[in-house]
Structure formats: C-alpha cells, structure tokens
C-alpha cells in the first residue's frame, strides 16, 4: 500500500471540500482498501465517509424506499421495514458475500464502485431507482456507464438511494461459490411502467434484457422467461463459465426469480 492523507469529516459538506486532488471517498473498504493493498489503486487522499451520520439511515413511505449511502448491506437486510416494503431488496443484501462485507460493505460504495458482478446494480436498474448525489439525482438508467465506471464526476458523493416498490419483484443469482458474487444474477420486478429485468455478472457492467422484458410483458410465467434464447453475444467468457453459459444462465435465473416474485 501507498502512503496516503486521512480524513474523516462529519458533514457531507465537509466530505465534498476535503476532495481534492487525487482523492477517494472510503465507505466500507471491502473493495477500495483490497485494491490499495494490492497496489492497484493508489491515491493522495482518503476521505472516510464512516463520521457522517446523514448519509446512514432507512426511509420508508408510501411507494418509495431510501436508503442513505453509508447504510451497511447487514442494515438494509435486517430491517423489519424493508423487508415488509421491499422484500427483493432485503433478500439481495442478505445474498451479499458473508456476515463480515455485510456488516462493512455499504451501498453508496457498492454502486459508486460499479463491480460488474455486484448485486444492488440489478436492484438500480431493475427497480429504475434514483441515485441522489450531493449535486443532482440521476436515474438509475443512465448510472452504470461501462466495467467499474458510472455517471458520477469526479468529487460526486451518492448521498441517497431512492427506489420506487414495485407490485413484484425478486432477485435470483447463481453465485460464483469463492467470492459469492455473481456469476449470473437477475433482477426482475413488475412495476407501474412495466416489467423490468436487470442481469448482472455476465456482461462488463449491469444491462437490462430486453428479450425477457417482452416475454413477461406478455406472460408473468417462469415458463415465458425460460423459453427466451438469449444471445451471448458480448457476454463474459472466463475460468468461470462460457459466454453460452452465462446467456442460457440469465434464462435460468429470470425463470426462478419469477417463481419468487409470484409466491409474495
Ligand atoms: C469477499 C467479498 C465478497 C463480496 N461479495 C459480494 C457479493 O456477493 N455481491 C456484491 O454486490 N458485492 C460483494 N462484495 C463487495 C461489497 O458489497 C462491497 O460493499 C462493495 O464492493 C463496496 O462497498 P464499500 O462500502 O466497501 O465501498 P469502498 O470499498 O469503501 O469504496 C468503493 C468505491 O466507491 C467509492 N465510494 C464509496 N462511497 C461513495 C459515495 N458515497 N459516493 C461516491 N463514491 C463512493 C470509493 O471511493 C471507492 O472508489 C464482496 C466483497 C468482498 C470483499
């Protein structure tokens, strides 16, 4: 690891003037401490988000769940008002990795850090969620630009994560059993604009699968979602598993997150 200056303000404000330079806001570590330690990242500066008491907390209204960017994956997971508002959200978080990167692992670093097996990236962009940073908010659509890269420019700190509940959803991923991340995981939700299936694991960055939209549009059915061909096209081959794999896994994971979503 390089040698780097520490901060830990108390105020987003304070967060926002502290970064200059080659700096790097430090939410719960498990992916940012790992790179600077394996010296592929390096920077001059980082600013520990942990002192922030607005960026920590759950909100539950009518429609609508926000989740402040500092909230550990352990919180999301064992909130009771979750769980009854948006049972697929809990259900991804609990899903993600082990009791250690739960308890440490947050969501503004998880999306912000763009990882392309990530989970809460499929919760984004199958919810359509609204990322709210400290300069605007930006929907979820438009946040995962590409491998490890977002919409976020430099010195944005995500502050919120806004997402509307949906009348189903889950999500179903086919772990990569060393890391747990996914190897293919799927998020699908049926909402007031429609159905929604967000696939992540098996491209560069979190995509949303048109094909498998169209088919439950027109059937809810695990059996309509299995059917899909999906092309691997583009998808990610490696030691893990082929890119035919990974397109015929997507099917897979869609047709039981189905399952799930029609037996809430
Ligand atoms: C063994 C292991 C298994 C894992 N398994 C899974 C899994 O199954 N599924 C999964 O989804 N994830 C998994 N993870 C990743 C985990 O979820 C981490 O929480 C996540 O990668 C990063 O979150 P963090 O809070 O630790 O962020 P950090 O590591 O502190 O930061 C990550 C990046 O985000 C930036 N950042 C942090 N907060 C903000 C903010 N508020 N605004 C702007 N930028 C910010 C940092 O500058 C850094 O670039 C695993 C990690 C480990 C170590």
Redesign the pocket.
Known sequence: MYTFDYQRPASTAAAAAAFQGET???????????AMKLRLSSSERLVD?GGIAE?KGITVEPGKVTIG??TT?AAVANSAEVRKALPALAELTG????PA?RN???I???I??A?P????PAAVLGLGATVI?NQRQIPGDGFFTGLYETA?KPG????AVSFPVPQRAAYIKY?QPA????LVGVFVAQTAGGVRVAVTGAAGSVFRCQPIEAALAKSFTPEAAKAVKVSADGLNADLHASAAYRAAMISVMASRAVVAALAR
């Open positions: 790097r806001y430090l939410a719960g570590g498990q992916s940012l401490v790992q988000l960026l960017a500092m994956h899903g993600i990795g082990d990167v440490m692992g947050t503004g670093g998880s912000a850090n990882d097996a990530a989970c809460y940073t976020l944005e700190l995500i502050t772990k890391s747990r991340f996914a």
